[in-house]
T-cell receptor, first 113, second 114 residues
Framework: DAMVIQNPRYQVTQFGKPVTLSCSQT?????MYWYQQKSSQAPKLLFH???????NEADTPDNFQSRRPNTSFCFLDIRSPGLGDAAMYLC????????????FGDGTRLSIL | QKEVEQNSGPLSVPEGAIASLNCTYS??????FFWYRQYSGKSPELIMF????GDKEDGRFTAQLNKASQYVSLLIRDSQPSDSATYLC??????????????FGQGTILTVHP
């Protein structure tokens, strides 16, 4: 039944070791988003795609990259994770992005050793 | 700087009472408004969305929107302990080239005690 699926649910990596988080959707939505959420804070948008059109937030660190090879999948790459990157990473989708709501996956909890 | 402000919490209500969550936003051109519920350690779950002035009801939940006052609220009737969570108000970016950039409030922690 899950429509926005994130893998893995929990990820532990070492300081500086690249990590990739994945998101897939069965909703055939045009827009996919990546958010970072730290404890007791609101989700913070990192970037989003409308189809293959990529939009990067101005304050998203260069350390964060994203790929969307097709409609269903989107990946978040963290090239050299630092301790400050430990957070919940949320993927969301929306049919049109302007009026339709965003639906979130279960998230990936990233820990940095 | 577009802002979304929620009533400061935490909010504590007894079981069966009405919980009232409030949110104001700064961008007068905003068009769509969302309430998400987030349990501790979980992802946000969509509860309600509203686009037009007035009330929108879904079961025990009612969203209210007043664009003139730039105010949106969520009422939870017959509150249950399972409603205890953080409630996030989110407002959609009205313009620009971004597709549905949400501005979130800081969240209100609701506790429903038996």
């Amino acid at each position: 039944d899950a429509m926005v699926i994130q893998n893995p649910r929990y990820q532990v990596t070492q300081f500086g070791k690249p990590v990739t988080l994945s998101c897939s959707q069965t909703l055939n939505h045009n827009v996919m988003y990546w958010y970072q959420q730290k404890s007791s804070q609101a989700p913070k948008l990192l970037f989003h795609y409308y189809d293959k059109d990529f939009n990067n937030e101005a304050d998203t660190p260069d350390n964060f990259q994203s790929r969307r090879p097709n409609t269903s999948f989107c990946f978040l790459d963290i090239r050299s994770p630092g301790l400050g990157d430990a957070a919940m990473y949320l993927c969301a989708t929306s049919r049109d992005g302007r009026y339709q709501p965003q639906h979130f996956g279960d998230g990936t909890r990233l820990s940095i050793l | 700087q577009k802002e979304v402000e929620q009533n400061s919490g935490p909010l504590s209500v007894p079981e069966g009472a009405i919980a009232s969550l409030n949110c104001t936003y700064s961008d007068r051109g905003s068009q769509s408004f969302f309430w998400y519920r987030q349990y501790s350690g979980k992802s946000p779950e969509l509860i309600m969305f509203i686009y037009s002035n007035g009330d929108k009801e879904d079961g025990r939940f009612t969203a209210q929107l007043n664009k003139a006052s730039q105010y949106v609220s969520l009422l939870i009737r017959d509150s249950q302990p399972s409603d205890s969570a953080t409630y996030l108000c989110a407002v959609n970016d009205a313009g620009g080239t971004s597709y549905g950039k949400l501005t979130f409030g800081q969240g209100t922690i609701l506790t429903v005690h038996p």
